[in-house]
């Protein structure tokens, strides 16, 4: 009570006037604005921004209107000495195990200057994107614990950042423009305005230059032809403001993008219950194994009357092949979910074991197949799943055993040799040289010859080399030299080689086959 009539006693003190904020008189609340994470990249986007610009630029002069052409490596190359120099420049330490990254990626950038496949193509980029997003996530986060799964899922959450992350470059720019009226531009900047200022005058005197001297003049239409009107110039711009900004956005994932840096412990289920549910496949699988040693390896059975070796390898060769998979899923997935326990390794080895089996029975089947019916694009693929596979089970024992075995750098090795090797060999020029000098198949039939003509035109120098005259060559198409001309017409009829920048070796080949062959009007 003593205390309250103490308080109740003191005199009032009168409020002291508080300042009144101006946006609070006109009725408006002002918005704390979060801290930028990039805006270490902000404070030099002079410095990032014209690289970033000068990369958009030379992306649009290797790509536009030349998806296939010599310009891939030299692209390649330069954005990995710009984006190791741009990272370095943020602090972030280039890996030295990225030499082998680095590499496949510019093999793969090799190949595809060196094959007219469609199919090559397609899938060279579906591998360019896993081993690029691969490579830059090896310099940002520690992927040294990923999983396969972590991996694939890391890359491509990756790759969906980099799209939200577009309107960044766009708002440090305008930030960046807005600053610097108040101030004192930066070199880069003035730099930036000086070239584009230039640009009308650099074109009209480059056209004065053109008039004065005929050599010139020719260069600079096989340059610029067709390439200098309203719609090419707007691809140009479009494809060199979407390059630089996604250019930048790589850089602004340094700072705005958080991936895992381990892997979390997901074996929960019980191994009692997986080596119950994997003990029933150990025995049929071990049952089919024994057959396919004494059938196919050792051919010590008899064969059902009236089938070949050949019919005994095409029937079930597909159920077998889906069934390789699903036994690589089902072990992965067993060592990711269930505790681990002696006796559910020892079921996942037999599991693995007689997986290796089914390996060898599957390309032994498709070898004899090959044998009898040539090869196809499909036969070629299937071996080449089945070498991977059989070298990817290694690292699959291996990981059963030790259980910190890094699997997925592994694989990511194996995948990375096999599909370089498979992509730089062009499987249409393998098929057109086995199909053509296979023992037992000199004689070629119209069949044959049509399945030829489905090729892209990487098979045009083996055909030329290995192909003979035959009856079937005359009667359907007038002789060797008709056909092979017919074959490789593609190559003349297309613009892809019309300048350096747009040339494809594949191409090239197929052209001066076609010119060496065909008959024209003096």
Same mark, same amino acid.
């Given at each position: 009570?003593?205390?309250?009539?103490?308080?109740?006693?003191?005199?009032?003190?009168?409020?002291?006037?508080?300042?009144?904020?101006?946006?609070?008189?006109?009725?408006?609340?002002?918005?704390?604005?979060?801290?930028?994470?990039?805006?270490?990249?902000?404070?030099?986007?002079?410095?990032?921004?014209?690289?970033?610009?000068?990369?958009?630029?030379?992306?649009?002069?290797?790509?536009?209107?030349? &998806?296939?052409?010599?310009?891939?490596?030299?692209?390649?190359? #330069?954005?990995?000495?710009?984006?190791?120099?741009?990272?370095?420049?943020?602090?972030?330490?280039?890996?030295?195990?990225?030499?082998?990254?680095?590499?496949?990626?510019?093999?793969?950038?090799?190949?595809?200057?060196?094959?007219?496949?469609?199919?090559?193509?397609? %899938?060279?980029?579906?591998?360019?994107?896993?081993?690029? +997003?691969?490579?830059?996530?090896?310099?940002?986060?520690?992927?040294?614990?990923?999983?396969?799964?972590?991996?694939?899922? @890391?890359?491509?959450?990756?790759?969906?950042?980099?799209?939200?992350?577009?309107?960044?470059?766009?708002?440090?720019? %305008? *930030?960046?423009?807005?600053?610097?009226?108040?101030?004192?531009?930066?070199?880069?900047?003035?730099?930036?305005?000086?070239?584009?200022?230039?640009?009308?005058?650099?074109?009209?005197?480059?056209?004065?230059? /053109?008039?004065?001297?005929?050599?010139?003049?020719?260069?600079?239409?096989?340059?610029?032809?067709?390439?200098?009107?309203?719609?090419?110039?707007?691809?140009?711009?479009?494809?060199?403001?979407?390059?630089?900004?996604? =250019?930048?956005?790589?850089?602004?994932?340094?700072?705005?993008?958080?991936?895992? $840096?381990?892997? *979390?412990?997901?074996?929960?289920?019980?191994?009692?219950?997986?080596?119950?549910?994997?003990?029933?496949?150990? #025995?049929?699988?071990?049952?089919?194994?024994?057959?396919?040693?004494?059938?196919?390896?050792?051919?010590?059975?008899?064969?059902?009357?009236?089938?070949?070796?050949?019919?005994?390898?095409?029937?079930?060769?597909?159920?077998?092949?889906?069934?390789?998979?699903?036994?690589?899923?089902?072990?992965?997935?067993?060592?990711?979910?269930?505790? &681990?326990?002696?006796?559910?390794?020892?079921?996942?080895?037999?599991?693995?074991?007689?997986?290796?089996?089914?390996?060898?029975?599957?390309?032994?089947?498709?070898?004899?197949?090959?044998?009898?019916? *040539?090869?196809?694009?499909?036969?070629?693929?299937?071996?080449? =799943?089945? /070498?991977?596979?059989?070298?990817?089970? +290694?690292?699959? =024992?291996?990981?059963?055993?030790?259980?910190?075995?890094?699997?997925?750098?592994?694989?990511?090795?194996?995948? @990375?040799?096999?599909?370089?090797?498979?992509?730089?060999?062009?499987?249409?020029?393998?098929? +057109?040289?086995?199909?053509?000098? #296979?023992?037992?198949?000199?004689?070629?039939?119209?069949?044959?010859?049509?399945?030829?003509?489905?090729?892209?035109?990487?098979?045009? &120098?083996?055909?030329?080399?290995?192909?003979?005259?035959?009856?079937?060559?005359?009667?359907?198409?007038?002789? *060797?030299?008709?056909?092979?001309? $017919?074959?490789?017409?593609?190559?003349?009829?297309?613009?892809?080689?019309?300048?350096?920048?747009?040339?494809?070796?594949?191409?090239?080949?197929?052209?001066?086959?076609?010119?060496?062959?065909?008959?024209?009007?003096?």
């Amino acid at each position: 009570m003593e205390h309250q009539n103490e308080i109740m006693m003191q005199p009032e003190m009168p409020e002291p006037a508080l300042a009144m904020n101006p946006a609070e008189t006109s009725g408006k609340i002002e918005k704390e604005v979060p801290p930028d994470p990039a805006a270490p990249l902000f404070e030099r986007f002079s410095k990032y921004g014209a690289g970033c610009l000068l990369t958009g630029l030379f992306y649009a002069f290797c790509f536009y209107k030349n &998806p296939n052409g010599i310009t891939w490596p030299f692209f390649l190359a #330069a954005g990995f000495v710009l984006v190791c120099a741009a990272f370095q420049s943020l602090s972030v330490k280039i890996r030295k195990d990225s030499w082998f990254l680095a590499t496949s990626i510019l093999l793969i950038g090799v190949s595809m200057c060196r094959t007219d496949s469609l199919f090559l193509h397609t %899938i060279n980029r579906i591998a360019l994107f896993f081993l690029l +997003a691969f490579f830059l996530l090896h310099q940002l986060c520690d992927d040294s614990g990923w999983d396969i799964g972590t991996a694939i899922s @890391s890359a491509l959450r990756y790759a969906g950042g980099l799209f939200l992350l577009l309107p960044v470059p766009f708002s440090h720019g %305008i *930030r960046y423009f807005k600053t610097s009226r108040q101030g004192k531009k930066g070199p880069y900047a003035a730099a930036i305005l000086g070239a584009f200022l230039s640009l009308p005058f650099v074109l009209i005197v480059v056209c004065l230059l /053109g008039d004065a001297d005929v050599v010139f003049n020719k260069l600079l239409v096989s340059a610029l032809d067709g390439a200098v009107n309203p719609s090419s110039v707007s691809s140009v711009l479009f494809q060199t403001v979407v390059s630089a900004a996604v =250019f930048y956005c790589i850089l602004c994932s340094r700072y705005k993008m958080k991936f895992p $840096e381990g892997v *979390r412990d997901r074996r929960k289920g019980s191994p009692a219950f997986a080596s119950g549910f994997l003990f029933t496949f150990a #025995a049929a699988y071990l049952v089919f194994c024994a057959i396919q040693v004494v059938f196919l390896f050792l051919r010590k059975g008899t064969l059902p009357d009236g089938m070949t070796y050949a019919e005994y390898a095409r029937q079930g060769f597909f159920q077998l092949t889906f069934v390789i998979a699903l036994n690589l899923a089902l072990v992965l997935g067993f060592l990711r979910y269930f505790r &681990p326990a002696p006796y559910l390794k020892a079921l996942l080895t037999t599991v693995s074991a007689c997986t290796c089996v089914m390996i060898a029975s599957a390309a032994c089947r498709m070898l004899l197949y090959i044998s009898v019916y *040539r090869l196809t694009l499909l036969r070629l693929l299937v071996l080449w =799943f089945l /070498g991977t596979a059989a070298v990817f089970m +290694a690292g699959v =024992f291996l990981l059963i055993r030790k259980e910190r075995f890094p699997l997925f750098r592994y694989g990511l090795v194996v995948v @990375s040799v096999f599909y370089t090797a498979l992509a730089l060999s062009r499987p249409d020029a393998v098929i +057109a040289a086995y199909n053509l000098t #296979a023992p037992g198949h000199e004689a070629v039939g119209t069949s044959d010859l049509y399945y030829l003509q489905t090729l892209s035109l990487d098979a045009a &120098p083996a055909m030329e080399k290995y192909l003979k005259d035959s009856p079937e060559l005359t009667e359907w198409y007038g002789g *060797r030299d008709a056909y092979l001309a $017919e074959f490789c017409r593609r190559a003349a009829d297309g613009d892809g080689n019309a300048s350096l920048r747009t040339y494809n070796f594949s191409v090239g080949a197929a052209r001066k086959i076609y010119d060496a062959r065909s008959v024209g009007p003096e």
